[in-house]
């Protein structure tokens, strides 16, 4: 979720900025004992180095060795993870895909179940998945597919089956700390390998331009714009956006509008609304629900997200 990324670089600049406090009193510390025993004159020492090193070395090794020792582990594990953390964002729950991309090397799974009501249907997801593999610190290759069972209100039909899949990249094209703006471009293939229930029979293509903006520590606004089409009739616009809210440095929540201009004939909008936790670092739960607000629908779903850090794994 948008809001995620925004808390975990706050919680990384607290993290760092404790260091460098603990590091400059600890040196604080140091002159002030060397001032001490030292007793500094302008114009010299008033005692030979030999006593100053046997003085300050007893010191130190017998009243501060202790603090020093534990000092030296707290930054050392705060700065292993700080190096180390693998800091989640995902694409789920809401409707609105993120403007950044998975870590080089890194591989992420985004799995979520759910069910939908419709005026003459319903669908139940068990699951839908995203996984995502980051080729580069820019660029990440996509691959979606979702089981699916179908009900059709009306004659109480049930039929299941796996829907076509899809083959995409992910580009980010902009990432402006200083402005706290960034721009992806995504676009996905879809190929005809679905269940008869669950395929558009022919390819058809996916694309959206994600751009995210910080407005402060807790808030993020991010929102799509996009291109569908489905192998017949003109296609379809997309839009969503939304406003991601940190709760605190695990918990997230967002509100979101999301909708399409079909066939550029008929405009439909919905509205749904999600948490999200941290659990890990690079693990992460979700719910949503949703309603529309032009057409008869609502849903919810339940998932978590992954990410596996692949050059760690290779160093272990």
């Known amino acids: 979720m948008v809001a995620d990324k925004k808390m975990k670089m706050n919680k990384k600049r607290t993290t760092t900025s404790y260091i460098i406090h603990l590091v400059v009193c600890e040196l604080s510390s140091i002159s002030a004992l060397i001032k001490s025993t030292c007793n500094l004159t302008v114009k010299r020492l008033e005692i030979d180095n030999k006593t100053y090193r046997q003085k300050v070395g007893r010191y130190v090794k017998k009243q501060n060795s202790m603090r020093q020792l534990i000092i030296m582990i707290m930054i050392f594990t705060a700065l292993n993870k700080v190096i180390n953390a693998q800091e989640i964002v995902a694409d789920r729950p809401d409707q609105t895909e993120s403007s950044t991309t998975v870590p080089s090397n890194s591989f992420q799974m985004e799995i979520g179940f759910g069910n939908g009501n419709y005026t003459n249907e319903s669908l139940s997801l068990l699951p839908t998945a995203l996984f995502r593999y980051g080729l580069s610190k820019s660029i990440e290759i996509r691959f979606v597919e979702q089981l699916g069972v179908y009900n059709k209100k009306a004659t109480s039909k049930t039929e299941s089956g796996l829907s076509d899949i899809e083959l995409g990249l992910k580009i980010q094209v902009l990432k402006k700390q200083d402005i706290n703006r960034e721009i992806a471009f995504i676009s996905h293939l879809i190929v005809p390998t679905g269940s008869s229930e669950f395929t558009n029979a022919s390819y058809g293509t996916i694309n959206k331009l994600a751009i995210s903006h910080g407005l402060n520590n807790f808030l993020v606004l991010g929102y799509n714009l996009g291109y569908n089409y489905f192998g017949t009739g003109n296609g379809d616009l997309t839009y969503s956006l939304v406003i991601g809210i940190g709760l605190s440095n695990r918990m997230g929540m967002y509100v ?29 739960l979700d719910f949503s629900v949703g309603l529309g607000l032009t057409q008869e629908m609502n849903y919810y779903s339940l998932g978590f997200s992954w990410n596996i850090n692949c050059n760690a794994n290779k160093n272990k």
């Open 256 to 284: 979101e509008s999301f909708g399409e201009y079909s066939d550029f004939t008929e405009m439909t909008s919905n509205f749904d609304s999600g948490f999200t936790y941290l659990l890990k670092d690079n693990l992460q």
